[in-house]
């Protein structure tokens, strides 16, 4: 193997996030799902189209001296429900978290569909989003039944 494989894609980082085996591509729309822009002050390492044994190529992000929350992993779920989150403290993971795509995802993001009843602000309901099938994900309103867009989901985020 040549000097240049065995180097890494991206430095380690001293305190933060490690997002590891988010799907090929999805990358970007990670960042827009976690708020993450060019106008934020933290650093934010991204490669993209990395090659994995397990998923045969993934993107990994590394965002400095930012841990995510219990609601950051929720919207996650919707993007890269099989990565992985490491936060990491004085260069070390000091703890992986879990990503729990459950059967129904809550109070996460709104229905896409325009004239669903919960888009009715004298309608105080729950936005409840049922998972279908998991691969590839697929998302039904739990009132109005319409599939979801999962790209039009980052934009009716919660």
């Known amino acids: 193997m040549s000097q240049e494989a065995n180097m ?3 430095t380690a980082i001293k305190n933060g996030t490690v997002i590891d085996h988010v ?3 999805k990358a970007l729309s990670v960042l827009k799902m976690l708020g993450i822009g060019g106008n934020m002050s933290n650093p934010v390492s991204l490669v993209m189209n990395v090659p994995s044994k397990k998923m ?5 992000i590394k965002v400095e001296d930012r841990e995510l929350t219990q609601n950051e992993l ?3 779920a919707l993007v890269a429900p099989d990565a992985s989150v ?3 403290r004085a260069y070390t993971v000091a703890e992986k978290l879990e990503i729990n795509l459950t059967q129904e995802v809550k109070n996460v993001a709104r229905c896409t569909f325009s004239n669903c ?11 409840r989003l049922v998972v279908t099938k998991r691969d590839p994900l697929e ?4 009132y109005c039944g319409k599939t979801q867009d999962i790209e039009g989901l980052v934009d009716n985020l919660l």
Request: a positive charge.
């Open 139 to 142: 998302l039904r309103c739990r």
């Open 86 to 88: 490491a936060i990491i």
């Open 74 to 76: 929720d919207r996650l």
């Open 56 to 60: 045969g190529g993934k993107d990994i």
């Open 23 to 25: 799907p090929a591509g």
């Open 117 to 127: 009843i919960t888009t009715n602000h004298r309608e105080p309901l729950p936005h």
């Open 8 to 10: 890494r894609r991206v």
